[in-house]
């Protein structure tokens, strides 16, 4: 196992679990603890988690993982959901993507979709999400508007007053929102509250808004809020999700698509 693919796994081990024992982890993953110490210990100098006595524990309730380290996580229930989404948005429509992994696959999927391999443009996407930026440039029928900003290393997401500048003068039929937390009292939220800002300014400047959240950021809490739940039009998420959740909601006013 290289070391690239067995960071990845102690951290994906980390999030699921909260913490991680030196010995366990290196049974798992079939290295010597030694192995297991050493790449802790290199995690932990990259602030990706916090080294204790015998193993490891996450940062805490705003742990956030590097956008790289993410994309294998529900990667199925991910391109399920964007598909779904990619379905919503219509030919010649402007569209704000936010960075993330999942917004990243509705891209993906905007840019094999057999309808829009023409026009002038098909589509415009505006993002502040370098790497979605960087996928659907390559095709000449998408016009891309990438905001300016300072780039954010976790999410590839540039921040800060350029991008507000951009934002500002510009209107969006819809806009799709990749969140790390969606619930009905307090709203959909992110990690950053800068990146929260950016993302609330997306919302503002579009006619209607799509979060696209797998069932694990259902229910849940993050520290920057970015909208109250009525500002959200459409949730697309996974068959696994909470009825209970979904049914409040529906209640709230949202179209619910389970994929």
């Known amino acids: 196992m290289s070391r690239d693919a067995r960071w990845k796994a102690l951290l994906d081990l ?68 964007a598909g779904a989404v990619a379905d919503l948005l219509a030919p010649g429509e402007a569209v704000g993507l936010t960075g993330g992994t999942t917004t990243t696959e509705v891209a993906r999927a905007l840019a094999v979709r057999g309808d829009l391999t023409s026009g002038t443009p098909a589509l415009t996407v505006v993002t502040n999400a370098l ?16 905001t300016g900003g300072v780039a954010r290393p976790q999410s590839y997401e540039l921040i800060g007053p350029l991008a507000d500048g951009v934002l500002s003068q510009i209107t969006l039929d819809v806009a799709v929102l990749g969140v790390v937390a969606l619930d009905v009292t307090h709203g959909a939220a992110a990690h950053d509250e800068a990146e929260a800002a950016i993302n609330r300014l997306l919302c503002e400047r579009a ?5 696209a959240a797998d069932s694990s950021k259902l ?35 949202l179209r619910v698509l389970t994929v």
């Not at 010597?32 to 080294?51: F, N």
């Not at 790497?131 to 990438?146: C, S, T």
């Not at 006619?207 to 979060?211: A, D, L, M, N, T």
């Open 131 to 146: 790497n979605i930026a960087n996928e659907l440039a390559v095709r000449p029928q998408f016009k891309i508007v990438l």
């Open 219 to 253: 229910g849940r809490r993050a520290f920057a809020r970015i909208c109250a739940v009525d500002t959200v039009d459409t949730l697309v998420t996974d068959a696994a999700a909470d009825p209970e959740l979904v049914r409040g909601f529906e209640e709230a006013g």
């Open 14 to 81: 980390l999030v699921e679990r909260g913490r991680l024992d030196v010995e366990e982890a290196a049974a798992e993953l079939e290295v010597s603890a030694a192995t297991i110490r050493r790449d802790l210990d290199q995690l932990a100098a990259q602030q990706m988690l916090v080294r204790t006595r015998g193993g490891a524990v996450v940062h805490g309730v705003s742990y956030e993982l590097p956008l790289r380290y993410k994309t294998a996580r529900n990667a199925s229930e991910k391109q399920r959901i």
């Open 207 to 211: 006619e209607r808004v799509i979060v």
